[in-house]
């Protein structure tokens, strides 16, 4: 079985700084771990993955997440916010070996100038 | 050109009505799935079909059935509509050993 918990249902930001959107999983079994992005009225798309090897790994438009198995997390930072990257971001875990994705409740990231 | 394609984009029908959802992608994958995007943004996994066989069938009504015609499609299917059935539905694809799923723009369907 497996579970996603994202903290915070909203993070705000100014134009800028540093984006921290942060994501606990839990899995019986070792995981691959997502992040998607979703922009309004949009479908989901994949910002980037975890599935084996460098535990660091980068995406698109500048985001990277880091997998950390002792503390069962994969946290998605951005160094500088941009008012582009607002919108609904979902970290998904799926179990080796089957491809169903659970996903978190989602973040909003707002974005201010 | 669009990898996953869904049609209609927006649908809105009156409750005890039956209606379908279409999905096409164009990726070559063998997995496709229907997830369900509630009002608070949740998603939650509906089906998966693998080169056209139901592979997972979660708790959803027998209201719902997917049809698989060939490996490139897999449709929806609705009968009796329900105010509850509110919800952007969104169809996926992967290639079973990569896991990465590639989703449509999703249909918007209300039920009034």
């Known amino acids: 079985a497996q579970s996603v918990t994202q903290l915070g249902s909203h993070v705000s930001v100014s134009e800028g700084a540093l984006v921290l959107l942060r994501c606990n999983y839990s899995s019986s079994v070792p995981p691959y771990l997502f992040w998607y992005v979703q922009y309004p009225n949009q479908g989901l798309q994949l910002l980037l993955k975890?599935?084996?090897?460098?535990?660091l790994v980068k995406g698109i438009n500048g985001f990277e997440a880091e997998f950390k198995k002792s503390e069962t997390s994969f946290h998605l930072t951005k160094p500088s916010a941009h008012m582009s990257d607002a919108a609904e971001y979902f970290c998904a875990v799926s179990g080796r070996g089957y491809s169903t994705l659970t996903f978190g409740k989602g973040t909003m990231l707002l974005v201010s100038p | 050109d669009t990898a996953v394609s869904q049609t209609p984009k927006y649908l809105v029908t009156q409750m005890g009505n039956d209606k379908s959802i279409k999905c096409e992608q164009n990726?070559?994958?063998?997995?496709m799935y229907w997830y369900k995007q509630d009002s608070k943004k949740f998603l939650k996994i509906m089906f998966s079909y693998n080169n056209k066989e139901l592979i997972i069938n979660e708790t959803v009504p027998n209201r719902f059935s997917p049809k698989s015609p060939d490996k490139a499609h897999l449709n929806l299917h609705i009968n009796s509509l329900e105010l509850g059935d509110s919800a952007v539905y969104f169809c996926?694809?992967?290639?079973?050993?990569?896991?990465?799923?590639?989703f449509g723009p999703g249909t918007r369907l209300t039920v009034t």
């Open positions: 990726l070559g994958h063998d997995t």
């Open positions: 975890y599935t084996t090897g460098a535990t």
């Open positions: 996926a694809s992967s290639q079973t050993v990569l896991v990465e799923q590639y």
